[in-house]
């Protein structure tokens, strides 16, 4: 079955770095991924989506890659503000009538 | 800015109870789902309805859900006989097409079986 792992439960990182976050998956081919942000107690909220013929996309600070060939997507914020602090969640649909999450990494930004 | 209301935000039931989770997606979405997320766990898709109908459902959606789209504007969840293991934030979301847009995800309704 499908399965998407995402590295690191947690990263911490001082305000202005750049946070790198990976997602992996296995045993499918998606066509989209997309990346999700969630806070405490609230649902996700969509930060971005990127096309298996897309390499790289960009929304402000944040930036996506997608490599199909080693089955990862990077997650980049750029200048990051204590703001960013929350999980992000990797998601990879199959077929458009399912969506599977993976664990998310939960990043702290330290002011 | 258009968004997915969930109500109610907590309901606490007793064990065997039936539930109905109410969702109410955005007007002109066409595609809706189900997903649960168990404290301190990850998203777990439970089902999803397309054109009136379920398109796909995970192992967790077994006879004890159903889902409804009773009118043009409401989607509900229902719990027959709920358990203690069903007690989970669930979420609703919608999309406007398929898998190359975005889900919008309400706040959730936060499922409390004792």
């Known amino acids: 079955s499908q399965k998407i792992e995402q590295n690191s439960e947690a990263l911490n990182i001082q305000e202005g770095k750049t946070a790198t976050l990976t997602c992996n998956y296995t045993?499918?081919?998606?066509?989209?991924l997309q990346w999700y942000r969630q806070d405490p107690g609230r649902g996700p909220v969509f930060l971005l989506l990127i096309r298996e013929n897309e390499k790289e996309k960009r929304k402000e600070r944040l930036k996506v890659t997608f490599d199909t060939t080693l089955k990862q997507s990077l997650f980049h914020i750029t200048a990051s503000q204590p703001a960013d602090s929350a999980t992000y969640l990797c998601?990879?649909?199959?077929?458009?009538?399912?969506?599977?999450f993976g664990a998310g990494t939960r990043l702290f930004v330290k002011a | 800015e258009p968004e997915v209301t969930q109500t109610p935000s907590h309901q606490v039931t007793q064990m065997g109870q039936e539930v109905i989770l109410r969702c109410v997606p955005i007007s002109n979405h066409l595609y809706f789902y189900w997903y649960r997320q168990i404290l301190g766990q990850k998203v777990e898709f439970l089902v999803s309805?397309?054109?009136?109908?379920?398109?796909?459902k995970s192992e967790i959606f077994d006879d004890q859900f159903s889902v409804e789209r009773p009118d043009g504007s409401n989607f509900t969840l229902k719990i027959r006989s709920t358990k203690l293991e069903d007690s989970a934030m669930y979420f609703c979301?919608?999309?406007?097409?398929?898998?190359?847009?975005?889900?919008?995800f309400g706040q959730g309704t936060r499922l409390t079986v004792v």
């Open positions: 998601a990879l649909d199959t077929g458009g009538f399912k969506t599977i």
């Open positions: 979301a919608s999309r406007k097409q398929g898998a190359d847009t975005e889900a919008f």
């Open positions: 309805f397309y054109n009136n109908e379920i398109s796909e």
């Open positions: 045993n499918y081919s998606p066509a989209y």
